[in-house]
C-alpha cells in the first residue's frame, strides 16, 4: 500500500490533531516521561526511567481497544540505574492505520505505564477517512490541515440543498448523524479562502 506522509511518503496525524511528540504525567512513578512521536510513517516510543530504579527488562505493548494488548517488542537485560536517569527508545515499524492505536509499558517487576494513543491515516487513496463509516454518531471525518486553518464542512442532499454547516480550526470534523435521515450525502470542505479542498460521499446507516 503506498502511503503519504506529508510531502515525502506518509501523512500522519495524531489523536487531537497533534503533529508534534505527545508526553503527558505518569501513572508509574519510576518513569520522569513517557512519549510518543510519527516519523516517516512509524510511531517513535521514548521513555525515561527514574534514577534510582532497575528494572528486568522492559516489554513494549499495542492494543486497539486500550484494554486488549500484544507485545511487539521488548528491551532484554537490566534496565534502568541506581545513580541516574536512563532514556531509552523503540520504532514500531508496522504501526496500524486509520485507527486508534494504543501504547504502554511494562517495565519487569515494577508495574506499567499509563497508556498514550495515536493514529495514523492513509491518505493514498483519497484525501479524508470517514471512521466509522456508514456514519454513527462517533464518526469523524479526518482530513489534512497541517496549518490548522479555518475549514467549513457542507453536508448536502442528492438534490443539492444543503442541510449542515460547521468550522474547525483542526484536521477533524465529528458529525452529527442524527441531524440526517439514512441515506447518502455529498459533502465539501472548504478552506478559508473558498476553495472547495475536499468532496466526498458521506452514507448515514
Not at 513494549?60 to 486500550?66: E, I, K, W
Request: with cysteine; glycine share 8%; aromatic share 14%.
Amino acid at each position: 500500500m503506498n502511503l503519504i506522509y506529508s510531502y515525502c511518503g506518509i501523512f500522519i496525524l495524531a489523536l487531537m490533531g497533534v503533529l508534534s511528540p505527545k508526553a503527558m504525567a505518569q501513572d508509574l512513578p519510576y518513569l520522569n516521561s513517557f512519549s510518543l512521536s510519527e516519523i516517516n510513517g512509524k510511531v517513535y516510543l521514548q521513555w525515561i526511567i527514574a534514577s534510582g530504579n532497575t528494572c528486568d527488562g522492559v516489554r513494549v505493548y499495542r492494543s486497539v481497544d486500550a484494554e486488549n494488548f500484544e507485545q511487539i517488542g521488548q528491551i532484554a537485560g537490566i534496565c534502568g540505574s541506581p545513580f541516574s536517569a536512563v532514556s531509552y527508545d523503540f520504532w514500531d515499524t508496522l504501526p496500524l492505520i486509520n485507527t486508534t492505536s494504543y501504547y504502554r509499558l511494562e517495565l519487569g517487576n515494577l508495574g506499567f505505564s499509563n497508556i498514550q494513543s495515536v493514529q495514523l491515516f492513509d491518505f493514498s487513496s483519497k484525501t479524508y477517512q470517514i471512521i466509522p463509516h456508514p456514519a454513527t454518531a462517533e464518526s469523524i471525518i479526518y482530513f489534512k490541515n497541517e496549518s490548522f486553518e479555518v475549514f467549513t464542512l457542507r453536508i448536502f442532499n442528492q438534490t443539492g440543498e444543503q442541510l449542515y454547516e460547521v468550522q474547525t480550526k483542526t484536521n477533524e470534523f465529528r458529525l452529527q448523524p442524527a441531524k440526517l435521515e439514512s441515506g447518502a450525502y455529498i459533502f465539501t470542505l472548504i478552506n478559508a479562502s473558498g476553495n472547495k479542498v475536499i468532496q466526498g460521499k458521506l452514507v448515514v446507516g
